[in-house]
C-alpha cells in the first residue's frame, strides 16, 4: 500500500501528469501515438533508473544500516531530516504574494527550454522530440524525486528477489502514468468538450506542482528525523 501511495504522488509530477495534460489539450484529434510515446519513455526512464538505484541500494543497505543505528549515524539522519524539512519550508512560497513574486519572475525570465521542447513535441514534428522531452523533464525531476527514492528503500529493505522486484517497480512506474493514461481515454473519446476541464487542471497542477513537492520534502523530513531517534 506504502508504494502504491508514493506512486500515486509521483503520478502528479510535471512529467508524469502536466506535460500529458499540455498533449491532450492540443486543439483538434489528439495524438494519441504521441502520448502513448512520451508517458512510455517517462515510464521506461523511471524503471531503468529504479533498476539501477535498486542495484547499488542493495550493495549499500547493510553497511549503510550498520552505521544508522551509531551515535553519529542517528545525528546525521536527524539533520538529514532536519534539512529535508526546512527544504520543504522554503523551496516554495506559501504566501499569497510570495507566489506571485514567483509567477512574475518565471513570465519575466520567458519561456525556458523544457517549454521549448514541449512546444516542438506537441506540434507535428519529429517523434524523437517526444523522447528528447521526455527524457529531459524525467532527468530534471530526478534531483527531486523523493517517493520515488523512498519507494526504491521500501523495495529494497522487503527482501524480494530480482524478479519479484523488477515487477513491483514495473507496477510502481505503471501507477506512476495511470491517471494520465486514463485521463488519455477520456478525451480521446470525449473530444474537445474536455478541454476546459483539462484546462482547469493542468493551470491548478502548474502552479500547485511545487507545493507539492514541498509537502512531500517536509513529512518525509518529520519522519527521516523522527526514526532517528525511535521511542523503543
Known amino acids: 500500500m506504502s508504494l502504491v501511495v508514493l506512486a500515486l504522488v509521483d503520478s502528479t509530477s510535471v512529467g508524469t501528469l502536466v506535460l500529458p495534460l499540455w498533449f491532450l489539450l492540443a486543439p483538434g484529434r489528439v495524438r494519441v501515438g504521441r502520448v502513448l510515446l512520451f508517458l512510455g519513455t517517462v515510464a521506461g526512464f523511471y524503471l531503468a533508473l529504479g533498476v539501477a538505484l535498486q542495484l547499488g541500494a542493495g ?17 546525521a539522519q536527524l539533520v ?3 534539512v529535508l524539512v526546512v527544504l520543504g519550508l522554503t523551496i516554495e512560497p506559501w504566501t499569497a504574494a510570495g507566489k506571485e513574486r514567483k509567477r512574475a519572475a518565471r513570465a519575466a525570465r520567458g519561456p525556458g527550454r523544457l517549454a521549448r521542447l514541449r512546444d516542438g513535441a506537441r506540434g507535428d514534428g519529429p517523434r524523437r522530440a517526444v523522447v528528447l522531452l521526455a527524457v529531459t523533464a524525467a532527468g530534471i525531476e530526478a534531483a527531486s524525486m523523493v517517493p520515488y527514492l523512498a519507494a526504491i528503500a521500501l523495495l529494497t529493505a522487503s527482501g524480494l528477489g ?4 523488477l515487477a513491483v517497480l514495473t ?3 505503471l501507477v506512476m502514468v495511470l491517471p494520465a493514461l486514463v485521463l488519455l ?10 478541454s476546459p476541464a483539462l484546462g482547469r ?3 491548478w497542477m502548474s502552479r500547485n506542482s511545487g507545493e507539492t513537492l514541498a509537502w512531500v520534502l517536509f513529512l518525509l523530513g518529520l519522519y527521516v ?5 525511535p521511542l523503543t
Open 80 to 82: 538529514v531530516g532536519v
Open 59 to 75: 550493495a549499500l543497505l547493510d553497511p549503510v544500516g550498520d552505521a544508522l543505528e551509531s551515535p553519529a549515524g542517528r545525528i
Open 171 to 173: 507496477g510502481y512506474c
Open 185 to 194: 481515454g477520456v478525451r480521446t473519446a470525449l473530444g474537445d468538450r474536455l
Open 225 to 229: 528525523a523522527g526514526g532517528a531517534f
Open 201 to 203: 487542471l493542468e493551470g
Open 162 to 165: 530480482p524478479l519479484a522486484s
